[in-house]
C-alpha cells in the first residue's frame, strides 16, 4: 500500500470531474456491487459501495488508495482487497461517517497495511 490510502495511486488517471457513479466495483475474489458516490479530491478520495443483496444492502467506504485499475470500456473499479475484507469493514452510515474523521481514522487502521485479517494484501 502505498503512503496515502487517501488518493489515487500513481498512475491510476482520474481525471477531475469523471463521474464513477454506477461503475462496478470488482474486489481481487469477485464483484462486490456499485459506486453510489465518490470523491476525488486530493488527500480525500474515496468510494461508497452500495453493496446490494450481497450484504443485505450495505454501503461500505472504501479509500481510493485501493483502487488498482478503472477499466471505462466496462465501466468497473478494481480494488486490492477480498470480498471478506470489504465485507467486514466497519459499517458505514452516510449521514453519520461522511464527515467524521473518527471513522476516518478507523477506516484508515482497517484498510491500512495489514488490515484486520493480518498479512499483505493482494
Known amino acids: 500500500m502505498h503512503d496515502d490510502m487517501w488518493a489515487y495511486r500513481s498512475g491510476i488517471v482520474h481525471p477531475t470531474g469523471e ?3 454506477g461503475f462496478k466495483v470488482e474486489a481481487a475474489d469477485g464483484t ?7 470523491s476525488a479530491e486530493v488527500s480525500d478520495a474515496y468510494l461508497v459501495v452500495d453493496t ?3 450484504i443485505f444492502g450495505k454501503e461500505v467506504l472504501i479509500p481510493a488508495g485501493t483502487v488498482t485499475g478503472i477499466d471505462r470500456d466496462t465501466h ?3 480494488v486490492d482487497r477480498t470480498k471478506e475484507q470489504i465485507k467486514t469493514a466497519p459499517e458505514f452510515h452516510r449521514e ?6 473518527d471513522y476516518r481514522v478507523q477506516i484508515s ?14
Do not use: M, S
Not at 96 to 101: G, V
Not at 112 to 120: E, Q, S, V, W
Open 76 to 78: 468497473t473499479v478494481h
Open 52 to 54: 446490494g443483496v450481497w
Open 109 to 122: 487502521k482497517y484498510y491500512g497495511a495489514t488490515g484486520r485479517l493480518g498479512g499483505p494484501f493482494v
Open 19 to 21: 463521474d464513477l457513479t
Open 96 to 101: 453519520n461517517h461522511l464527515a467524521d474523521p
Open 32 to 38: 462486490i456491487g456499485k459506486v453510489d458516490k465518490h
